[in-house]
Structures are given as C-alpha cells and as structure tokens.
C-alpha cells in the first residue's frame, strides 16, 4: 500500500500532467478546431509516449531516478499527461459518426506513431547517454 508521501508524489505528478494536457491539447484543438481528427489528444499521446521512452531508457540504463521519483514522473506526471481514455472516446465516437476512415486513421497513427515515439525517446537516450555496461 503506498504511505503518504508516495501519494503525495503521484498527486503532485497527476495535477502538473493534467495542467500539461490541457494547455498542449487546448493550443492544439484551437489551431484545429474544424478538422474531424482528434489531432490535440493524438499530439498528446505521442508525446507521452516520447516522454516516457525516453525516462525508461534513463531507468534502465543509469537507475537515474528513486522510487518516489518514478511515481511523480510515470505515475503521475503521464499518467495525468496522457489521454488513452479519451483516445478511446474519440475513436468509438467517429465510428458511430460514420467517420470509418477518420477513425482507423486515427487508431493506427496513434499506435505506430506512439510505439514509434517510445523507440525514438530510448534511442535519443542511448545516443546522448550511452550505457556504461
């Protein structure tokens, strides 16, 4: 069970992610208000996924960072950061619009483009930071 500190660090990590989300996505949906694609929750989650590629590879590498510091960063930073619930959402509900080819364009970007963001955040890591082992 986590004690008060390891909750502390997540909810600090989750309100400074949300905050995040809502100012990259706010930005992005007003530059793209008329298009179908959800592009402002896409932008976020690719970027999530970047993000913590990156942070793993800092992990697995050089153990960089304490326990109480991956909860504020996984748990709770992109874990307030990234939108897969609402990816869903949206996805369902182009799909009920009728938007078939919007909404499998927007599922297969999101996760080639997210699992293709998480490889290049551990690569930019292995490239600027090489492992010592």
Aim: with cysteine; aromatic share 14%; net charge positive.
């Amino acid at each position: 069970m986590l004690g008060i500190k390891q909750l502390f660090m997540v909810a600090l990590g989750g309100a400074v992610g949300s905050v995040a989300r809502y100012k990259l996505g706010g930005f992005a949906l007003h530059h793209t208000s008329a298009w179908n694609f959800p592009l402002s929750t896409f932008c976020v989650n690719v970027l999530g996924c970047f993000i913590i590629g990156g942070l793993a590879a800092l992990v697995e590498h050089h153990d960089l960072f304490s326990p109480s510091t991956r909860l504020l960063l996984f748990t709770g930073f992109l874990g307030g950061f990234t939108t897969f619930s609402a990816f869903g959402f949206e996805s369902v509900f182009l799909l009920r619009r009728g938007l078939f080819s919007v909404a499998t364009t927007y599922v297969l970007l999101s996760i080639v483009c997210g699992l293709s963001a998480v490889f290049a955040g551990m690569k930019l890591i292995d490239l600027l930071w090489p492992s010592r082992h």
